[in-house]
């Protein structure tokens, strides 16, 4: 499955593994894929010990860091995290301590409750557009650093500029085929086409509608990635047919060892179908695909006060899944997380999945192969 | 691409067309794929005029029937039009003549709203046990007719023996896979694997996360095809690498010169880009994956009464529908459509499509078999 981006990137197979976990990142670098560290909600100095790390762990070869660098600016990204829990409306706390207490969930302790808003407070400036610079930066420090993706858009003409400078490529998320086209017209070199089935911030487009329109808008001007909803070697074959270089995928690396989750939050996450993934807005006020649960449905109901802008509803929302996680309450649980999530089923390694990607490939591979060869012998 | 389906078919290739048009289901038909009539809104009268037609136009080769076989029992869908009417509350009829009114879109004349209501009244019985089982005993009286699928779940086991006994093909549409499980048990034999992206009733599971799923549900017991968002031939090689047998595809033939719309109704769907369309309660009462307008998009904001329950909606939107369709009114106009109409962009023919998907997927064919001997090669 070599296509052109393995030359360009310097991995042996286009397996391309988002994940805020650098031991997931590592081991998919060292397997011969291509890791790529979530970073935006970390501060400059986390990023600096992460990538410190991953320097260490990944035998050489390069990798990459995905930031969020915002277009548009929205002042709020830079209000002290003390002034947002105060701007947060009572009935809206009310609501969720409330559906909370009613559920028995106990509130955090005062220490977990100050360690919480601290880690929050630390990493919120990654979302801001100076605060994306700054992680920026710390990844152009790192020579292993081979790209930079930005979740959002296109990056702005200086920072594109400066990553160019340094001879890193520049990818960017798209759930639209117009986004694609301003991110070439920007300069992005490897266009990462998600659609909707994909966990996180997504849009409507599914996949396999948006990759055939990506590519035929990007032409051969960049690499496009297929993502969303990809687990099974047979979908690689998929989104290589329809002109897609390669696959980013999130949501199977949670269920592996070396992924962030807990074993409670893990347990959790296997026990999801197919069909328990929906597109919320309870969790950052923007629309995020997550597991469903008790907590993030009760937002949707009749007797919710409505979700609040981002970044008010995430401050709100945090708060509400540390205490779900600490009660181990599977019921409440909610998780960003595509619809592959019904097939993580059980725990397994980054080695065994990217084995089993590239087996199931070559079969799917050999099926469409054989078909082609029917047909000409008919 | 010839699959095994073809060989129990009797088409060239395994492309499915599904059309509430004879022009296009004997078109595709012709032109080397299987053509699958929608049967479901017409009488049993009706669907004898449409199937002796296409049994003279269809050069001899084999075609389809779909059906609605409810597996479980609406009372309502029995109760005679006149009565349904009368059942529509006040603020609802009130609430559409009133947008309507302000938008400027005259009233049906007298004698066009009768004919609308008899037509609808001719139609609904299709949509009950009784009125499915009649249309399959009219389909199974033409001897052409070689599968006969059912668009909600699995049909009734008598209803499946009949079939069988007949020497006819049992398909089913599914959303899910658990859906797939049952309808093998209930010996479906060709299993229509549907993604959210597709037009009309739809489940919230991506067609490219969906196929997998039923392949391996299904194994060897059933042949599957993949429906949901297919518009290019790319699409029909990833389908087929992904182990389904063929492609079914209903939005492409919108625009072709046989399909049912007219000049009107064709350049509003030339101009709905791929996020065009969502999935809706506005046409039926259940959720249709329609083009959106400001018709469908004001049941949804503040100051609707909410949707009627399945059939009254639809008997109420189907004469705003009409009123819409009359005035050409654009802004104003919702099809059942997939998110392949943004590759629906002027008119063309269907053998031009049909060339078109097999070009394309000999290409895509093509790229896949290169990357793979790059790879051996390496």
Redesign the interface.
Known sequence: ???PICDLLGCEVPIFAFSHCRDVVAAVTRAGGFGVLGASTGSPEQLEVELAWLDEHTGGRPYGVDVIVPSTYDERAEVPPAELEAMIPEEHRAFQDRLLAEAGVAELPADERARLRAELAAGRGGMTPDGARRLVAVALAHRNVRMVVSALGAPPPDVVEDLKAHDVVVGALCG??SHARRQIEAGVQVVVAQ???AGGHT????????V??VVAVVGDRAAVLAA?????G??I???????AQGVWCGTIWLGTRESELDDFERTALYATP??GT?RRRARTGKTVRMTRSELSEAWERPGSPGYLPTPLQGVLYNEAHARVVRARRGDLWSFPAG??V??VTGESSVGDVMFRLQSEYGE??E???A??T??NL?
């Open positions: 499955m070599r296509t639209k085929a659609g909707t089935e849009g409507e487009i599914s996949t396999l509608v948006l055939p329109e969303g909803g990809i687990s099974h047979s979908q074959a998929a989104s290589l047919a329809m002109g197919t069909e929906a619809q592959s019904g097939a799917a591979v099926r469409l192969a078909l082609d029917r047909e008919s």
